[in-house]
């Protein structure tokens, strides 16, 4: 997808961000970025300035806390996250630079237009964690678990590869479940119902669940496989 033809639903920008936020972005983030000018492949591991044994993709990042999180347990491995929502990306670069995480990069714009850009196979893992639920039905779709989104992924993920998706709103999740059940390329096997209703140990709890949790929602965690 190219720039031209994007259209992107939702916040840039939230609260005017303070110093801190401010200088993340103005300084930090040119060094974290992922370049997307021109338009050929982009190899991911070749943006970490060191060898990576794989590359972790976070799609909706929100304030970072996930993917920072999982970079600081993760050492070896490459974890882009992609957060049109400028307050996010600071909030991200900014933790990135107190815990010296070498291994974050960014894209603070649509991750479709990364999506295409990356080579087959290049992606390890991939999460998306608590996406805008869009719940008005003439907003559907814009819902990012859809089938060309779940394509592309299906594309860049070699068999194995687990894909984590969550939720707290009801309705996406019967959404979710349907066209990721209905894709070809992935496999959703839980073996009890812990699986869906408990947060693994290496996945720790973001922002939007924190919120969904105190309003009394229950989220649902999908542990999706790469078919064969
Ligand atoms: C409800 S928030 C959840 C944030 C975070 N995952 C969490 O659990 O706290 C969904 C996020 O997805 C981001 N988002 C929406 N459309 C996106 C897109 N096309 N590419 C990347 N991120 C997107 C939004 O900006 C928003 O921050």
Request: overall charge positive.
């Given at each position: 997808?190219?720039?031209?033809?994007?259209?992107?639903?939702g916040?840039r920008?939230g609260?005017?961000?303070?110093?801190?936020?401010?200088?993340?972005l103005?300084?930090?983030?040119?060094?974290?970025?992922?370049p997307?000018a021109?338009?050929g492949p982009?190899?991911p591991?070749?943006?970490?300035?060191?060898?990576?044994?794989g590359v972790?993709?976070?799609?909706?990042?929100?304030?970072?806390?996930?993917a920072?999180?999982?970079?600081?347990?993760n050492?070896d491995?490459?974890?882009?996250?992609?957060?049109p929502f400028?307050?996010?990306?600071a909030?991200?670069v900014?933790?990135?630079?107190?815990?010296q995480?070498t291994?974050?990069?960014?894209l603070?714009?649509?991750?479709?237009?990364?999506?295409?850009?990356?080579p087959?196979?290049?992606?390890?893992r991939?999460?998306?964690?608590?996406?805008?639920?869009?719940?008005?039905?003439?907003?559907?779709?814009?819902?990012?678990?859809?089938?060309s989104?779940?394509?592309?992924?299906?594309?860049?993920?070699?068999?194995?590869a687990e894909?984590?998706?969550?939720?707290?709103?009801?309705?996406?999740?019967?959404?979710?479940?349907?066209v990721?059940?209905?894709?070809?390329?992935?496999?959703w096997?839980?073996r009890?119902?812990?699986?869906?209703?408990v947060?693994?140990?290496?996945?720790?709890?973001t922002?939007?669940?924190?919120?969904?949790?105190?309003?009394?929602?229950?989220?649902?965690y999908?542990s999706?496989?790469r078919?064969?």
């Amino acid at each position: 997808m190219t720039a031209a033809k994007r259209e992107l639903h939702g916040r840039r920008v939230g609260r005017p961000l303070r110093h801190r936020g401010q200088r993340a972005l103005q300084e930090l983030l040119p060094k974290l970025r992922v370049p997307l000018a021109g338009d050929g492949p982009i190899d991911p591991c070749a943006l970490f300035g060191r060898a990576v044994d794989g590359v972790w993709l976070e799609i909706g990042s929100g304030d970072g806390t996930h993917a920072a999180w999982q970079a600081a347990q993760n050492p070896d491995i490459g974890v882009i996250a992609v957060e049109p929502f400028m307050n996010g990306i600071a909030s991200l670069v900014a933790m990135a630079e107190e815990r010296q995480l070498t291994n974050i990069r960014v894209l603070d714009d649509d991750v479709r237009l990364l999506l295409d850009r990356l080579p087959p196979q290049s992606i390890n893992r991939a999460f998306i964690l608590f996406p805008d639920p869009w719940p008005k039905r003439r907003h559907w779709r814009r819902r990012i678990v859809n089938p060309s989104v779940l394509d592309e992924l299906a594309r860049l993920m070699p068999i194995g590869a687990e894909l984590r998706v969550a939720t707290d709103v009801q309705d996406y999740l019967v959404w979710m479940l349907r066209v990721l059940r209905a894709h070809p390329d992935f496999d959703w096997a839980p073996r009890s119902a812990d699986d869906w209703r408990v947060r693994p140990h290496d996945w720790p709890g973001t922002r939007f669940e924190e919120k969904g949790l105190e309003a009394g929602r229950r989220s649902t965690y999908l542990s999706m496989k790469r078919a064969a």
